[in-house]
């Protein structure tokens, strides 16, 4: 009798502080991530491979996807998203293409180039046999607290793409996005160089300690630090959409979902402690939606057209 009755106020609790925290639940694919009858159909084009010098002896694959409202006389916004091979799988939870496709279509968000990478390789060449796998450099580049991947990005694979399409020169109409550790890295790069990326999507962001080396000299950083740093560093003029699940991992690295909250809060109180400064300066544009998933693609691919939706509103 004891263990039903602690089996409800269990339950209870959960219910209660779902609904505190407006949890949404049934989350599944929309018509965004569908072809429509009347969207001029854009090209993905790749994989291709690239060889950064940035992470020296590393390979990783490529794709471009190229809206056909694209004329090479107008410059494009750029959107690029982590973990490429997930992100551009046809039958996938992102099927990030088709979104941009639909979305641009009904002028949700401009015409935009898309860039899709997978993390990094310790070969000469990229596998063809991982597949969905993840790479094995892929914790290196993504989960540290550096400048290392946005320099591949901005000084390497990026000029790449610029030789062949004309990309803006504005950072407001640069995003960046991911799922995992692949949302620490976007974070990461907009907030080492928020001259080039303004917009982030983060879906189930690690902002944990998988990057955290305390025996390195000197100590690095892990995701678990960034709440304290947002808290007393310089508000960067960046625009973040989170998204993550009360079911997201626990283990030895962190609670996610705990770590994401802690995330929207220090943005919520950098922006309240300017305010109380009287500062001038810029604030931090930020929502988040969380959700009953677990730590997969599903729903933050599901929530990717209402994200990029909210990271373009005022754009448009």
């Known amino acids: 009798m004891k263990g039903l009755i602690l089996s409800l106020l269990c339950a209870f609790a959960a219910a209660t502080s779902a609904h ?26 790749g994989p ?24 090479e006389t107008n410059p494009a916004s750029l959107l690029v998203f982590q973990d490429g091979q997930r992100a551009t799988n046809p039958e996938g939870s992102i099927r990030i293409h088709q979104v941009m496709e639909n979305l641009i279509a009904r002028g949700d968000m401009p015409v935009t180039i898309g860039l899709f990478v997978t993390p990094g390789h310790k070969a000469d060449s990229y596998p063809d046999d991982l597949g969905m796998s993840n790479p094995n450099h892929r914790a290196e580049e993504y989960d540290a ?19 062949d399409y004309h990309l803006t020169d504005d950072p407001e109409q640069r995003a960046i996005g991911g799922t995992s550790s692949g949302a620490i890295a976007a974070f990461t790069a907009a907030w080492e160089r928020p001259d080039y990326f303004r917009k982030v999507y983060s879906g189930i962001g ?33 625009r973040v ?20 909250q802690q995330m929207v809060a220090a943005l919520g ?32 691919g599901a929530l990717l057209p209402e994200g990029l939706r909210w990271l373009w509103q005022d754009d448009r």
């Open 20 to 45: 505190e925290l407006n949890v949404r639940t049934n989350i599944g694919l929309t018509a965004d991530h569908i072809p429509q009858e009347g969207v001029p159909r854009g090209t993905l084009k």
């Open 269 to 300: 109180y950098a922006n309240r402690a300017a305010n109380e400064r009287e500062d001038t300066g810029p604030r931090y544009q930020f929502t988040h939606v969380w959700t009953d998933g677990v730590h997969n693609d599903d729903h933050p």
């Open 145 to 163: 607290l550096n400048d290392r991947y946005a320099r591949m990005l901005i000084e390497e694979l990026i000029p790449v793409i610029e030789a």
């Open 206 to 238: 690690s902002y944990v300690s998988i990057g955290f080396k305390p025996k390195a000299d000197p100590v690095q950083l892990g995701g678990q630090d960034y709440p304290a740093l947002i808290r007393r560093s310089a508000i960067r003029p960046v």
């Open 48 to 71: 291709f491979e690239f060889h950064s010098e940035v992470f020296e002896g590393t390979v990783r694959r490529y794709w471009v996807f190229v809206p056909a409202q694209y004329r």
């Open 241 to 260: 959409f989170f998204q993550d699940g009360t079911n997201d991992l626990d283990n030895e690295w962190g609670n996610w979902f705990l770590a994401n």
